[in-house]
């Protein structure tokens, strides 16, 4: 006779938000490369839509929230750039 014991092992995979994270990367890419004429209009408006999207989700809410920030500020800055450059070229 032998005393082999079965042991049940549980692995639970931790829950993610995949648009969160993916409107975080563009909010941030959106930002660093704001210099390129269309590029950032295009980030920050799906790294607002992708946070929106995520905030459904109970989980990572916090990275939803700051995509849709960093969209809004990538728009933003790039709105302030072409107002700059309007202002100096009147000069």
Do not use: C
């Not at 995509?67 to 750039?81: C, N, P, Y």
Request: aromatic share 6%.
């Amino acid at each position: 006779m032998s005393n082999e014991q079965t042991h049940t092992i549980i692995v639970q995979k931790a829950d993610g938000n995949g648009l969160a994270v993916a409107g975080l990367v563009l909010g941030i890419i959106g930002v660093v490369l704001n210099i390129i004429p269309f590029l950032p209009y295009i980030l920050g408006v799906l790294a607002i839509i992708f946070g929106a999207v995520g905030l459904k989700k109970t989980v990572k809410r916090g990275m939803s929230i700051t995509s849709i920030i960093l969209g809004a500020v990538t728009i933003l800055m790039k709105l302030l750039f072409w107002i700059g450059i309007a202002s100096l070229s009147s000069l």
